[in-house]
């Protein structure tokens, strides 16, 4: 073995390899919303954490995305901030003021540039942030530290998810799907006066 794939297998890649090493001590089968009005992110993040064993639905606005909570009450969320309509803050707000989902441990995405998102996901209440681009490493990461931090416990549940969240794809379609969720160019600088 090289010196150079020794010191890669010790200490991964920047986006890691497809299942190079496994996850110790993270939940199985949890329920994961993705929220992100990008059907490429959505897709891309679907296909990793459905890949780990995790069910996973997907709302494409801040609207769907509450129904979504309040009717399947998920295990997680990774929620993306800029969206049109309603926005992520927004979102994690009303899901924070709600007694049913005021618990669900919330992942803050975006690809904005400006690094003020992480002080207002402090502010807000959300428990990580994640920057696109973001690969398998970065989101089981983040899922790690939630499940070690106490926060994301899998409850067991009696039946599978109500609401088909989109439509299911072909075998080639599903394989077509990039490991690495980059953001879309639209999202890369919020329109004039945004913060988010």
Excluded: C, W
Excluded at 163 to 188: N, S
């Amino acid at each position: 073995m090289s010196g150079f794939e020794l010191i890669r297998r010790f200490f991964g890649s920047e986006h890691g390899e497809r299942r190079a090493a496994p996850r110790s001590g993270v939940p199985r089968e949890a329920h994961i919303l993705v929220v992100d009005d990008s059907a490429t992110i959505r897709a891309v993040l679907g296909k990793m954490l459905s890949q780990d064993g995790h069910v996973v639905l997907k709302a494409a606005d801040g609207e769907a995305a509450l129904e979504l909570a309040r009717t399947e009450l998920p295990d997680l969320i990774f929620l993306d901030i800029v969206m049109p309509g309603m926005n992520g803050f927004a979102v994690l707000r009303a899901l924070r003021r709600e007694a049913l989902t005021h618990h669900i441990p919330i992942v803050m995405i975006s690809g904005n540039l400006q690094a003020t998102e992480q002080f207002y996901v402090q502010r807000f209440g959300a428990d990580d942030f994640m920057k696109k681009p973001f690969g398998r490493s970065e989101v089981f990461a983040r899922i790690q530290h939630l499940t070690q931090a106490g926060r994301l416990v899998v409850r067991p549940r009696a039946s599978a998810p109500t609401l088909p969240a989109e439509p299911a794809l072909t075998p080639d379609e599903h394989a077509a799907i990039p490991d690495i969720a980059m953001p879309d160019p639209q999202h890369m600088v919020p329109p004039q006066g945004e913060t988010s």
